[in-house]
């Protein structure tokens, strides 16, 4: 096992260079970039990423140096100097050796626009997006493994029907829409204002007892994490109820009733074991996808300034060493889950020797 792991953690090394080199290329003939949009800005013009889609379709392409239209008419040594100062004065490849030099010890150099460096916004917002991403994905499983391996055992009851007509709604509304939803009900919107509409703790969290700060943090998250989880659990619980039926259709499982064993012991001695697999390996994307994607939207109906949020706007913006900053983290968090993942196969089932296999 701990040969498998040291393979692993060595291949972690040459994806995360690649997932870098890919992103790196893609930017370089995406159109616009933070020189054109500084000169835009100078000239009295706006560059926003609908200006950048439509100049892309007609035709204008990206240089290295991340200047199209908007730089047109400014003073050429002007220019060079604002590209010095983005760093756009060096070779792409020069760029990209210094970018990975520089991230092997997590210095992510600074934002172009924050006037901070990207590893202190980066810890800044990392609390708000665990707080979503950890909740979110340790109560969709609580709710639901233990709903899966229900509707299996009862499968065709009344009980079954029911609970998946609330699996349908979960799977066919998006989380988004479920979080304006209790926004318009349970926070100021239309009827009730019980819960809180911004940020992760109040503004006297500081001042308050150890109880309170506890409180406050669960009274402001409740409903972000309350919209993710019921915009996610469908997945997830028919995932586990497919495979619980698959297993109790088993030879073995038939064999182990002939023997007289009991419907319990057979379900969680030995269905639960096969069956959870597959549930297992879900476990990192939900996270990242949580984790990333989809606590967007929710970040910004919540007004919770966290990575995803982010990361979308250093998107818009160009603000390239904040897009990368953040794609390091999270490229790096979804490989390491991804190991976690295949250790955990082997605590659920301990006949799975990852140390047999090859490469």
Request: net charge neutral; aromatic share 12%; charged share 20%.
């Amino acid at each position: 096992m701990l040969a498998y792991i040291l393979r692993r953690l060595a291949l972690i090394i040459p994806t995360l260079l690649g997932i870098m080199l890919i992103n790196f290329a893609i930017v370089q003939f995406a159109p616009g970039g933070p020189v054109d949009m500084l000169m835009s800005q100078l000239r009295g013009n706006s560059v926003g990423a609908t200006a950048r889609i439509s100049s892309s379709g007609a035709g204008e392409t990206a240089t290295t140096t991340g200047r199209t239209k908007g730089s047109r008419g400014i003073d050429p040594e002007f220019i060079k100097e604002i590209e010095k100062l983005y760093g756009f004065d060096k070779p792409a490849h020069v760029r990209f050796f210094e970018m990975v030099k520089n991230y092997a010890v997590f210095d992510f150099g600074d934002s172009f626009y924050r006037d901070r460096k990207v590893f202190e916004l980066v810890m800044d917002k990392m609390p708000v997006s665990i707080s979503l991403g950890l909740w979110t994905t340790l109560i969709i499983y609580l709710v639901s493994i233990p709903l899966g391996i229900a509707k299996a055992v009862r499968d065709g009851t009344k009980f079954d029907m029911w609970t998946s007509a609330a699996v349908i709604v979960g799977y066919a509304v998006p989380g988004f829409m479920f979080a304006v939803l209790l926004v318009v009900l349970f926070a100021g919107g239309s009827y009730f204002d019980w819960f809180p509409l911004r940020g992760l703790v109040s503004e006297n969290w500081s001042e308050l007892s150890t109880l309170g700060k506890v409180m406050d943090y669960f009274h402001h998250i409740a409903l972000p994490v309350a919209a993710m989880v019921i915009g996610g659990f469908a997945v997830l619980t028919m995932l586990t109820k497919n495979s619980f039926l698959d297993e109790i259709h088993k030879q073995y499982v038939v064999t182990a009733r002939s023997k007289g064993m009991t419907e319990k012991r057979i379900l969680y001695k030995h269905v639960f074991r096969n069956a959870m697999l597959i549930v297992v390996a879900g476990f990192p994307q939900a996270f990242v996808s949580i984790f990333l994607t989809g606590s967007l939207l929710i970040e910004t109906i919540f007004s919770l300034d966290g990575l995803g949020l982010l990361g979308f706007e250093a998107t818009v913006n160009r603000d390239y060493p904040v897009m990368f900053g953040t794609l390091y983290v999270f490229s790096l968090l979804g490989l390491v889950l991804n190991l976690a993942s295949d250790v955990t196969y082997m605590m659920i089932d301990p006949r799975i020797d990852f140390e047999k296999r090859q490469g």
